[in-house]
């Protein structure tokens, strides 16, 4: 099995900082891509951002392009979304996500692994 633990999230004012990590352990695989998505009160899950494990290729959500940043540590299987300028908008619960293709895609419907989500609130 996969596990995917998240941690990072917190409270932050509008216009601060917060970086997510998210640990992968478990069965390891050859190609695969970790997408991070949010989900807010009331809301449908959207994707935020997302990175080819082997090439570190990104994208990103528009809403969050130039603010937030995906990154990749091989060696510790870990992935990263450093997320700069929060606004209140940006509050949600933050999952990482683990899709066993080779391309980035945003549909969370793709992804066949999960974590338990962090919370990020972003206050005004």
């Known amino acids: 099995q996969v596990q995917l633990i998240e941690s990072g999230g917190g409270l932050v004012q509008a216009g601060g900082s917060l970086r997510l990590s998210c640990v992968v352990s478990?069965?390891?695989?050859?190609?695969?891509?970790m997408g991070w998505f949010r989900q807010a009160p009331g809301k449908e899950r959207e994707f935020v951002a997302g990175i080819t494990w082997s090439v570190g290729s990104t994208y990103y959500a528009d809403s969050v392009k130039g603010r937030f940043t995906v990154s990749r540590d091989n060696t510790k299987n870990t992935v990263y979304l450093q997320m700069n300028n929060l606004k209140p908008e940006d509050t949600a619960v933050y999952y990482c996500a683990l899709d066993l293709a080779r391309t980035i895609r945003a549909n969370s419907g793709s992804y066949s692994y999960w974590g338990q989500g962090t919370q990020v609130t972003v206050s005004s």
């Open positions: 478990g069965r390891t695989f050859n190609t695969y891509t």
